[in-house]
């Protein structure tokens, strides 16, 4: 299988810890996505890539959240300190240079605070 | 923010067409129409797209209106796998802005 894939699948952690989450896109895929989604809502976009380039942020990427993608192929997300509210299920996308754009998602990271 | 508006749920017999609205008023010229779904714990999937024209795959056909400011996703022969969260997004295409997806219409399928 040549999609998106994420790891890990789910997360437990405790206030205050921090936790990383990686994703690997579609390889012939430059644009990378994150997004936040939260019970009964649609995905919220948090930040993307293009290559190596984070060209654009949410402001829901608090201080405490930090995207790389230093290669320009695998990406990272990491939360600092989490807290409650940062429980959700956390999904990467991927896209090509394509006219349509098209963005395929992996199967998102569930976090879940104790 | 989502510039979409769609209802919240709907029911479809098995084996019949499901006709899910979407309305986008305040489309622009550039901006296409998307559409993804997303079953339970699994990532959205992509199904189609279109700008003006009607548009039809494998999946699913896309009907515009020609204003423009509507459009319906249409799942010929609805079976239960196709019971998902359905969204219908408007985006410039190229752009490499994210989605808006907002919160979707649940569409189950009745046995």
């Known amino acids: 299988d040549t999609g998106v894939s994420q790891d890990p699948r789910h997360k437990i952690t405790k206030r205050g810890q921090n936790v990383t989450f990686r994703c690997d896109p579609i390889?012939?895929?430059?644009?990378l996505y994150w997004y936040r989604q939260t019970l009964g809502q649609g995905p919220e976009f948090l930040t993307y890539f293009q290559n190596e380039a984070q060209l654009e942020k949410s402001r829901l990427l608090s201080d405490r959240f930090s995207a790389e993608r230093p290669k320009g192929s695998f990406s990272t997300l990491e939360i600092q300190r989490t807290e409650q509210g940062d429980s959700a299920m956390y999904l990467c996308?991927?896209?090509?240079?394509?006219?349509?754009?098209?963005?395929?998602f992996g199967p998102g990271t569930r976090l879940t605070g104790t | 923010d989502a510039k979409t508006t769609q209802p919240p749920s709907m029911d479809c017999a098995e084996g019949r067409a499901a006709n899910l609205p979407c309305n986008h008023s305040?489309?622009?010229?550039?901006?296409?129409v998307y559409w993804y779904r997303q079953i339970h714990s699994q990532g959205p999937q992509y199904i189609i797209h279109?700008?003006?024209n009607n548009e039809t795959n494998e999946m699913a056909s896309l009907i515009i209106t020609e204003d423009r400011k509507s459009s319906t996703l249409i799942l010929p022969h609805a079976t239960l796998r196709d019971t998902a969260v359905y969204y219908c997004i408007v985006r410039v295409v190229n752009t490499g802005n994210q989605f808006y997806f907002g919160t979707g219409t649940s569409l189950t399928v009745i046995p």
């Open positions: 996308a991927s896209s090509s240079r394509d006219v349509r754009g098209e963005q395929y």
């Open positions: 305040t489309i622009s010229g550039n901006e296409y």
């Open positions: 390889s012939e895929h430059n644009r």
């Open positions: 279109g700008l003006k």
